[in-house]
C-alpha cells in the first residue's frame, strides 16, 4: 500500500486500520533506521573489530521489520471479527451467552497481537543499545530517532492490550495479559529513554 | 511510495530518506490518528454539543498530516546538498574557506527543517489533547497511540537539529536553534506523557 493511501485509511472511520496497526508501522520504521545504522557501519575499517556482530544485527532488524508489517496485517485480521461481535444481538437470554463467548474470543486474539507488537519493539531497543555503542557515530542521531519509534510502537501498542482487555470477562486472564503489557511498557521507556538521553548528551 | 519501499529505502545505507524522513513520518502518522479519532466522534448525537470544534479540529488535523509529508520530501532536499558538502576539496587555504561558507548553509538548512517538523508535532499534540477530552470515548486508546507517535516527531526531530547545528560555526545561531529545539523537545514530553498517563489511568 501507498503511504498517502495508508494514512488516509487510518484518518478515515474505517474499523481498520487503527491504532493497533499504527503502532506497528511506528515500529517498523525504528527497525529500519537501526538497519540504515548497521548499514552505515559495515565495510568500515573503524568498526572492523565488530563486523560480524553488526552484519549479525542487521539481519535481526530485517526479521523485526517484517514481523512489525505481519503483525500489522495481523491486527487488521483480529480486529473485523471483533468489530462484529460487537454488533451480535443480546436481548434473549441465549443470545447473550452466546455473544459473550464470541468477544471474549476475539478480544483475546486482539490483545495477543499487540502483546507481539510490543516483544517486536523491546527487540528492536535492544538492539539499537547496540547500535548506540558500536554503530557509526556519523548515524548516532538515527539511533537516537530509531528509539524514539521503537518507543512509541511499545507504548502505543500497550493502549490496545488495555482497551481490549477492560472487556474480557476472564478477569484472572485479563491481568496476566495486562501483567505482562506493564512490565514490557516499563521496560521499553526506560530502555528508549535511556539510549536517547545518552545521544542528546553526546550531541551537545 | 508504497510503505515496504520506503522502509527499505530508510532501511539502506543511502543518505535518503534518514531519521528526518522517519520523524516526519511519525508524526504524519499521529495526525492520521488525531484524525481517525474526530472522524469517529463528529455525527453522533452524544458528543453534538462540540460538533463545530471537533470539525474544525479535523481539517487542521488533515493539514498536518500533509504538512508532515512535505516535510519529509524538504528534508531530503536538504540533505542531498549537505552530503555533498561534506565532500568538497579542503586541501587549501581558499578550498576551506568556500567549503566552509557552503557547509554553514547547508547546515542551517538542515537544521530548519527538523524544527518545522517539532512544530507541528506539537500542534498535533496540542489538537490530540482535546480529543482525549471531548473525542468519542470508543477511540480513546487511539488517542494515546496518536500522542506516542506525535511524541517520536518530535523527539525524533530534535536529534536532527542538534546533528547539524553542532558542526555550525556560528554558534550564536546555532544556540539560538538548540533553545528553540530543547524548549519544543520539553514541552512535546510533557504533553505527550500527560495525555498517555491519564488514557493508560482511563484504561486501568
Redesign the interface.
Known amino acids: 500500500?501507498?503511504?498517502?493511501e495508508?494514512?488516509?485509511a487510518?484518518?478515515?472511520?474505517a474499523p481498520v486500520p487503527?491504532?493497533g496497526g499504527?503502532?506497528a508501522?511506528?515500529g517498523?520504521?525504528g527497525?529500519?533506521?537501526g538497519?540504515?545504522v548497521a548499514?552505515?557501519t559495515v565495510g568500515k575499517k573503524k568498526y572492523a573489530c565488530w563486523e560480524g556482530e553488526i552484519r549479525e544485527l542487521l539481519g535481526q532488524?530485517?526479521r523485526l521489520?517484517r514481523r512489525f508489517?505481519e503483525l500489522a496485517r495481523e491486527d487488521e485480521e483480529v480486529f473485523a471479527p471483533l468489530a462484529e461481535a460487537y454488533r451480535l444481538p443480546a436481548s434473549k437470554e441465549e443470545e447473550r451467552a452466546f455473544k459473550e463467548q464470541v468477544m471474549e474470543k476475539c478480544l483475546l486474539d486482539a490483545s495477543l497481537v499487540p502483546l507481539e507488537v510490543m516483544r517486536a519493539g523491546l527487540e528492536t531497543l535492544d538492539i539499537l543499545k547496540v547500535l548506540e555503542e558500536k554503530g557509526s557515530v556519523m548515524a548516532?542521531?538515527?539511533v537516537?530517532?530509531?528509539a524514539?519509534?521503537a518507543?512509541?510502537s511499545v507504548?502505543?501498542a500497550?493502549?490496545?492490550v488495555?482497551?481490549n482487555t477492560?472487556s474480557m470477562k476472564d478477569r484472572g486472564k485479563a491481568e496476566e495479559l495486562?501483567r505482562k503489557a506493564d512490565e514490557m511498557l516499563k521496560r521499553g521507556m526506560e530502555q528508549a529513554d535511556a539510549v536517547?538521553e545518552r545521544?542528546?548528551l553526546r550531541?551537545?
Open positions: 500500500m501507498r503511504i498517502e495508508f494514512l488516509d487510518l484518518a478515515s472511520g487503527g491504532g499504527a503502532s508501522l511506528g517498523a520504521l527497525s529500519a533506521l538497519q540504515m548499514n552505515l532488524l530485517g521489520q508489517l548516532v542521531s538515527d537516537g530517532v530509531g524514539q519509534l518507543r512509541a507504548a502505543g500497550a493502549m490496545n488495555r482497551i477492560r495486562n536517547y545521544i542528546l550531541l551537545s
